[in-house]
């Protein structure tokens, strides 16, 4: 009888050992080829941006954390091979991005030489990626291949062009897979969630009707309210739109509202120092800003900047791309007037041209033709 009570006991203490609280996210499974003790699940809570440990020991994967709510992360190797030494520094490989969601399991099976390809199942939301990543995983691992290639030494400018032209092509192939499973996903979170990050990627109407497809459950929910809301404010600021007015302090301490320009054409560069797209097109808005200053154009800079240090890296930015006209920091008084957010950017840089009745005549990310030829429209060569 003490035998059989010890052995139920034994059992017992196992079958613990084994269960998932409600509060808990669980990982568990292999992965092979891989040289470290430890994987990485990087997330943020509470405005806190945490590294947590994935043990590896013989292959198997072992990760327990206790959740109040579901939170995105990223599934990240600590293999030297899955970064590329590049300079001084180093490209990162690709991540995994992956819902932690309280009281499941996420059992993970992998092959390091195919980093990141893998199949997992558990939660509903990570089994739904799954559709989509035993497609899209292939892919980024070969695109990462060729980006290595392009790295090698010896390789020539011409091999480099070709070897980004196949990543482009895969880069595509990519973003019509995940499109085609947004599309016909509309009762899945995790196809809510990646449309949330791919604006840029549809056009506003396309993106609206996209997300009015979602079931109402999902658009109810704080993701789901969260982008109605940016919908809303992006409607409101398309071409044709009244431009929402503003009030915010210039980097020389002077009051700047967009109204105070009514009559003349106005261009807001929304860019950062961080963004080298965006001091690209400096040398080209700078002879905008020269030819233009005098028949009716105003240019105001707004950028968005990172960390304690954002005004002085802002300023340095500033002088060393010759800027004279009128500059503002986003960041600051942002709890007031978020002027980025008002403007529904989601990319950079984008410049919004808006005319003399203060209505939106072009809105343009990335490039800054639109914006020449309305100019040159307007106020002639």
């Not at 600590?78 to 932690?100: A, Y």
């Not at 707004?302 to 960041?331: C, F, H, P, Y």
């Not at 343009?364 to 020449?372: F, L």
Request: hydrophobic fraction near 40%; aromatic fraction near 8%; include cysteine.
């Amino acid at each position: 009888m003490m035998k059989v009570v010890f052995l139920l006991g034994i059992v017992a203490l196992l079958a613990g050992c084994n269960s998932i609280q409600k509060d808990e996210f669980v990982i568990t499974g292999t992965i092979s080829s891989y040289p470290k003790k430890v994987l990485i699940c990087a997330y943020q809570t509470n405005g806190n941006f945490i590294l947590d440990t994935i043990r590896v020991e013989n292959g198997k994967l072992s990760y327990r954390k206790k959740l109040q709510e579901p939170i995105v992360a990223s599934l990240v190797s600590r293999d030297p091979h899955n970064i590329i030494p590049s300079g001084m520094g180093v490209v990162p490989g690709p991540s995994v991005t992956l819902f932690m969601e309280p009281g499941t399991k996420l059992e993970i099976n992998m092959d390091n030489a195919r980093w990141p390809e893998l199949q997992w199942k558990g939660g509903a939301w990570n089994n739904d990626l799954m559709k989509l990543y035993a497609k899209t995983l292939p892919l980024e691992h070969e695109m990462f291949e060729l980006l290595r290639k392009s790295y090698a030494e010896g390789v020539t400018e011409e091999e480099k062009v070709a070897l980004g032209e196949q990543r482009m092509a895969l880069a595509e192939k990519e973003k019509e897979e995940k499109i085609r499973f947004i599309k016909g996903n509309p009762s899945s979170y995790a196809a809510m969630y990646l449309l949330n990050g791919m604006r840029n990627d549809f056009t506003l109407k396309d993106y609206a009707a996209t997300f009015a497809a979602f079931d109402q459950a999902l658009r109810e929910m704080p993701l789901g309210k969260e982008m109605q809301g940016a919908i809303d404010i992006a409607l409101r600021t398309e071409v044709g739109a009244i431009a929402p007015d503003f009030e915010k302090v210039d980097k020389d301490g002077n009051t700047i509202r967009l109204s105070d320009y009514r009559g003349k054409y106005v261009l807001l560069d929304f860019w950062g120092s961080w963004c080298s797209p965006c001091r690209d097109s400096h040398p080209h808005l700078k002879e905008v800003e020269a030819k233009y200053r005098d028949k009716g154009l105003v240019v105001i800079n707004v950028a968005t900047e990172n960390g304690s240090k954002a005004r002085e890296i802002w300023l340095q930015a500033i002088e060393e791309d010759g800027m004279t006209w009128t500059q503002i920091l986003n960041n600051e008084g942002k709890d007031k007037c978020d002027v980025v957010k008002d403007y529904a950017i989601t990319a950079f840089p984008t410049k919004v041209l808006i005319d003399g009745d203060g209505k939106i005549v072009v809105r343009a990310v990335g490039e800054s033709e639109p914006i020449d030829a309305k100019l040159k429209e307007v106020f002639g060569e």
